[in-house]
C-alpha cells in the first residue's frame, strides 16, 4: 500500500524557520500532483500549497512569499520550506499526494500522519 510520512515539525520562534517533507512510498507507479495542507485547533483543514509533477506550483495568500513548496520526484518526496512563520502559522500539517499505483488501477489521493507546528515567543 501506499504511504506518506511526514518529518521536520516542530517548535520554533517567531521569524523563524522551518523546513517539513514528506516521502511517498509503497507500490508507487507514478506520484501526480502533491500539496500541503494545515489545521489549526478549532478550524477546518485548509490549502497550503501544491506542486504538480512538472514543478508548477500554487500557494494559498496567506502563505505565499514567506512558503516554498518544492519536490523531487526521483525521492517521490515533496518539501515545504517555511520562513518568516507568524503565530497565525500555528497547526497540524498533512503531506498529500495523488499517487497511481500498482495494485490500483486509477489516481487516488493519499495522506501522510501530519505532523506539529507551533510558532510561539
Known amino acids: 500500500q501506499v504511504q506518506l510520512v511526514e518529518s521536520g515539525g516542530g517548535l520554533v520562534q517567531p521569524g523563524g524557520s522551518l523546513r517539513l517533507s514528506c516521502a511517498a512510498s509503497?507500490?508507487?507507479?507514478?506520484?501526480?500532483?502533491m500539496g500541503w495542507y494545515r489545521q489549526a485547533p478549532g478550524k477546518q483543514r485548509e490549502f497550503v500549497a501544491t506542486?504538480?509533477?512538472?514543478?508548477?506550483?500554487n500557494y494559498s495568500g496567506g502563505v505565499k512569499g514567506r512558503f516554498t513548496i518544492s519536490r523531487d520526484n526521483a525521492k517521490n518526496t515533496v518539501y515545504l520550506q517555511m520562513n518568516s512563520l507568524k503565530f497565525e502559522d500555528t497547526a497540524v500539517y498533512y503531506c498529500?499526494?495523488?499517487?497511481?499505483?500498482?495494485?490500483?488501477?486509477?489516481?487516488?489521493?493519499?495522506w501522510g500522519q501530519g505532523t506539529q507546528v507551533t510558532v510561539s515567543s
Open positions: 509503497g507500490s508507487i507507479f507514478r506520484v501526480y500532483d
Open positions: 506542486i504538480t509533477s512538472g514543478g508548477r506550483t
Open positions: 498529500n499526494g495523488e499517487v497511481l499505483s500498482y495494485s490500483d488501477g486509477q489516481r487516488k489521493d493519499y
